[in-house]
């Protein structure tokens, strides 16, 4: 697949032999599906491909308990009503530009190939940028990616269920750390969404799964195998199948406890924090406006190929209700 949607994107027969062009649906869905390859969080939540930089997305909801006593004979004229709300998904347009020298292409022993062999390395960086600023972006910032729009973990910190994980460690399993900080993520989760407990998933850095199943005891390989009494947790397999970015899969009373590296572990006044999330994978909303740009230019002062790539991407929390943010957890150094 990557063969043939590198070909078409970033030859100049697709594109054009003067500055590059549009590309067509077909085409930008095959590099939109080629970004986020790269990616881990992208993969599980909820594309949109946007046709309009800005779409409403609905939401309805309703009560914990609409369902009443009925009596014989009698209209109380009690009707429950739905609750309708609107969440918006703006995005932001991004710029990825490269060049090639054309002694790069005439001197290396990939010779013509090597220009699609950067593209391929341009595209994957790209697809991690764009989770970079998923992840982490904050209007705020000073970063010239991140300032772009608000990320995951901010809009979690905002509107979702904060717990104080008062710098305990996973790792540390004699004094409860790992047991204490997910039972709490668990329990500060309004009930209503616990009846799609098997749809839960915990996300966190890399270091802190690390830490998590570092401090695991008595551990048992294999699903199906008896709890782990001695840490408290419910255990299921730990495998990386394909060495992929969250590939390595611990389990957390009987919740996955997926990573990311994407997940900042340099957070608090020792640099030396980092978090865990607990909600639904598809509750993460990822927009990506279907027109992809890729331009490629010929610069004659320069003796170079120039590329420049842009899209529009934008994300949301559907329901932040349904995420818990533990913060201030305490990395191993």
Do not use: C
Request: no cysteine; glycine share 8%; charged share 25%.
């Amino acid at each position: 697949m990557s063969n043939e949607l590198l070909e078409k994107v970033i030859s100049t027969t697709s594109v054009g032999a003067g500055a590059g062009g549009l590309l067509n649906a077909e085409q930008s869905n095959r590099f939109i599906d080629y970004m986020w390859d790269a990616t881990t969080l992208a993969n599980e939540g909820r594309v949109i491909r946007m046709r309009s930089n800005t779409v409403d997305l609905d939401k309805v909801s309703v009560g914990q308990r609409i369902t009443r006593l009925a009596t014989e004979s009698v209209d109380d004229s009690i009707n429950t009503e739905a609750t309708f709300t609107k969440i918006s998904l703006t995005t932001k347009k991004l710029r990825l530009d490269w060049e090639l020298s054309s002694e790069a292409l005439e001197d290396n022993i990939e010779g013509a190939a090597l220009e699609d062999h950067i593209a391929r390395l341009m595209a994957t960086q790209f697809g991690n940028d764009v989770e970079d600023l998923a992840i982490n972006g904050d209007t705020t910032s000073a970063d010239p990616l991140l300032k772009a729009f608000d990320g995951f973990k901010k809009i979690s910190l905002a509107g979702g269920h904060v717990v104080d994980g008062a710098n305990l460690k996973l790792s540390d399993d004699t004094s409860g750390g790992g047991k204490v900080l997910l039972s709490k993520a668990i329990k500060a989760m309004p009930r209503k969404y616990m009846q799609r407990r098997n749809e839960l998933r915990f996300y966190t850095g890399v270091n802190l799964q690390q830490d998590y199943i570092n401090g695991l005891t008595n551990v048992y390989s294999g699903r199906g195998n008896p709890p782990d009494i001695a840490s408290g947790v419910i255990r299921g397999d730990v495998t990386a199948a394909n060495g992929s970015a969250g590939a390595t899969v611990p389990f957390a009373y009987g919740i996955p406890l997926k990573e990311v590296p994407l997940f900042n572990e340099t957070l608090g006044a020792s640099a030396n924090q980092g978090y865990i999330e607990l909600t639904f994978p598809q509750n993460r909303v990822w927009g990506i406006k279907r027109d992809v740009q890729v331009h490629r230019n010929f610069s004659p002062k320069k003796d170079a190929i120039e590329y420049t790539v842009f899209v529009r991407t934008g994300v949301q929390i559907e329901n932040p209700d349904a995420v818990v943010y533990v913060k201030d957890v305490q990395v191993t150094s």
